[in-house]
Every structure is written in C-alpha cells, then in structure tokens.
C-alpha cells in the first residue's frame, strides 16, 4: 500500500484523536527499527518523541521481538481469575524493581485505564470521594481521568463526574512571576494546604500529580516541593498518587521520576514504556497498607484484559532489555548530552525563550518578539505552524504544540543521532528568529 492509499483508507474508516478527521494530514508509517520511522517509499524520519514518549527502547528491539514471537507459542490469554506464569514472573520482579513496599500490582491496558483504577484503590481503601490534581496535568481521555485533566482538552469532555478538584500547579503558566524554586514550593503548598481545608480533607481520598508533568510543560517538580507534598498529604490521611504514565521506565533519568524526590507514593500508575508500547499495557502499584486491605474486602474493579499474559510476557522482556542495555543509566548520562545541546540552541537563537529537561524528557518554549510566548496558552501562531512542516519534511517526527517543541527520543539513540535531531531543530528554528524577529 502507497502512502497515499494508506493516508485515503484511514481517513475514510477511522477517527483520529484530538481532531477532526477532515483537517487531518496524518503521517504515514509502513515500519520502524531503532530511532528510525519509514514511509511507505522509504523516506526515513528520525523518531525524536518516542511516538508518544513511549517507545523507551526504540523500535522493533530484536530482542523484545523475538520474546513476543514466543509468547504467542504459550499462554496467550486468560481470564483475569486465573493465576499464569507470566503473572506471577512480572508481579514478582516489579515488586523487586519497585522503591520502598511497592509490592503489589493491578495490570490494565494502558495510563489511562491505570489511572482511573488508581481513584477506584484510592476511594475503597480511604472510603473517602474527592480527588485533587493540577490544571496542567494530563491523566488520560476517558470520563473520569478527563475530570483530572486540567488541559483544555478536558472541556469538550465536561461535564463529567463530580469529586474532582484541580489545582494551580507549583510553576504557573506565566514565568514571568520569577519566583524561586524554594519559593514556589513554600507558595504552592501553602496555597493548597488552604485548599485542602476549605474543602475538608475528610472528603479527600487522594491528589494525583504527574510527577513531572509531560505533555503540558515538561515540569520538575521545583526542589522541596515532593518531600514537602507527601508530608503534607500524609498530615491529613491523604493518599499520594504519582503518575508515572510517561515520566516512568526511564525516561527521566530514574527508573520513576519520584524518586528524584526521595519519597515513595501510596499508589503508582504507569504504562507506555513498560512495554515500550509494543503492546498494551498498564500497571497501578500500591504500597503494602493498601495491599493488605484489599486482602479482606472486595476490590470492586475489573477488566476483561487484566493481567494479559501476551502484554506481561512483552513487559518482561523489555525489562530485560533495561537491565542488559543500563538504558536508565543510559538515559542520564545521555541527557546530559542532550542538555548540552538544548543550551547551545537555546543560546543560538532569539525565538528560543527557555527549555527544560531531565533525563531524555525534554521542551523548548518559543517566543515572539514581544518577549511573551509566541502562541500563549492553548493558541497557535503561523511561525510554529510552518516550523512543524518543515520538520516533517527534513525527516523529523517530533510535537509541536501552542510555543512548544519537545525532545523526548529513545533512550537508545546515540549520540550522532541526537546531534542530527539537534541540527534539524536548529536549522527550524532559524526559521522562526526570521519569520519573528526579521
């Protein structure tokens, strides 16, 4: 199939996320190996996202392949009663891999199923309703973790249930407030500890937080600010979920992102780079108190694919890719290199307002002449527009959003590959110094 047949029939029969299918000019992809995506005519286009920040140990990992290929030789499904071999391999060594008394898992198919299963342990164990999260978080597109989404995809989704109250998040949308990281800690939970009276923490299961939000910003938490939560939290009963859907397996450096903070959450929800997304799969780890409840009182929650043996087979294998490779490792010490570069375009260019990274997680923020974003919040702006076909032209799949460009490639990409990517954003974003600032 031609990329043109293949881009007709999909327009024709599917929908696509977040947009209506008539304005849509999807990419088209026939196959991928390591870094490297391939059209249908054999154009290639360096994977610089990860797909969706989930694609860990690059594609197509011979390795994981092969693991998947014999999988489908064994148990390839079976109800969720049952006890299998690939349960009981990945329970156990998730709970090895896992800080602190993390030791027991509920298996779904992705974040968001992850996420919702994540409230449902929260609110049985705590018998309490109502769920803080933050306004630029992203937790998933289903009803109920679209009601803790704070991004403006949550408004075509409203109204949806009740219990759900969102935050300001500890760095505000406008930078311009220039506080320090001590400061915005001190401010921020300040701000929400009088939340949390107002609305009584005795109503309040749980707070949810990407732990560094992702797709809205790409966030640290400012310094203080997880030790500082979780005692808060804990001064109230209430739970801590950390969201490790797209921070987690890596990505940041640490094999979970909370543990730059040195805490342990009392419940983890994760997927993507799990199973590198070669199948779906999604986890929620809780803490050892929250196992023991669910001992001796129902947990009122289940899945048709909970517990998939061909997923948690792929999962195992692609730990074992993460262990023989050091890929967590090696997403450390390459984001320092990847830093590197992100300062020196940074630098190079007037469009460049800012970047954050951490690991391979990494944005810019652009620009325009006024000093203020360019696209400000959930805008567009015709500059970035052209920036992101001229990216696909040169043959790099990457997300440009409202002000922002991402950075977030496989942990497995080398160093000359990385330079390559960083070449194209620099040629792309003098585009843009031209376009705004002449």
């Known amino acids: 199939m031609d990329s043109q047949q293949m881009i007709d029939l999909c327009k024709r029969h599917t929908l696509f996320n977040w947009a209506a299918v008539g304005t849509v000019s999807p990419l088209p992809i026939a196959r991928a190996e390591g870094v490297w995506l391939y059209q249908p005519d054999g154009k290639r286009i360096l994977d610089f996202n990860s797909q969706l920040m989930s694609v860990n140990i690059g594609h197509s990992h011979p390795k994981v392949v092969q693991a998947m290929k014999d999988a489908c030789d064994d148990l390839i499904y079976a109800f969720p009663g049952a006890a299998t071999r690939a349960r009981a391999e990945l329970g156990a060594k998730l709970a090895e891999m896992m800080p602190g008394d993390l030791n027991t ?46 991004d403006p995809r949550r408004w075509a989704n409203e109204p949806g249930a009740p219990g759900f109250i969102r935050v300001l998040d500890p760095s505000p949308y406008d ?105 779906p799969l999604g986890a929620v780890a809780m803490r050892d108190p929250i196992a023991r409840h669910f001992q001796e009182n129902v947990f009122w929650g289940g899945l048709t694919y909970n517990s998939h043996p061909l997923s948690l087979n792929t999962a195992l294998a692609v730990i074992r890719v993460f262990e023989e490779e050091g890929l967590v490792e090696r997403s450390a010490a390459m984001g320092q290199v990847m830093r590197a570069h992100m300062q020196r375009l940074t630098d190079a260019h007037p469009c460049v307002q800012a970047f954050r990274s951490i690991g391979m997680f990494g944005m810019f923020d652009l620009q325009g ?31 440009v959003r409202w002000s922002h460009v991402m950075s977030n490639p496989p942990l497995t990409i080398s160093a000359d590959e990385l330079a390559y990517g960083m070449d194209i954003l620099d040629r792309g974003f003098s585009l843009v110094d031209e376009a705004v600032f002449g």
């Open 175 to 279: 930078f311009s407030f220039g506080e320090d990281e001590a400061s915005k800690t001190e401010n921020n939970l300040r701000y929400l500890r009088e939340v949390i009276e107002m609305e009584g923490s005795h109503t309040i299961a749980a707070m949810i937080i990407e732990t560094v939000t992702g797709t809205n910003g790409v966030l640290p938490p400012p310094a203080g600010y997880l030790q500082g939560l979780r005692a808060l939290l804990d001064e109230y009963g209430i739970l801590l979920i950390c969201d490790e859907v797209m921070a987690g397996w890596g990505r940041t450096g640490k094999l979970m992102a909370f543990e730059h903070g040195d805490i342990v959450p009392d419940i983890v929800s994760m997927a993507k780079g799990m199973t590198s997304s070669y199948i």
């Open 105 to 150: 898992f509920f298996f779904t198919l992705g974040g968001a199923e992850a996420n919702e299963n994540a409230v449902k342990l929260a609110r049985q164990y705590s018998g309490r309703n109502k769920v803080l999260s933050r306004y630029r978080s992203y937790h998933g597109a289903t009803n109920l973790t679209m009601q803790m989404t704070g």
């Open 369 to 399: 002449a006024d000093g203020k974003l360019i696209a400000g919040f959930n805008g567009s702006h015709p500059a970035m527009k052209d920036l992101g076909a001229f990216f696909q032209d040169e043959g790099l799949f990457t997300f």
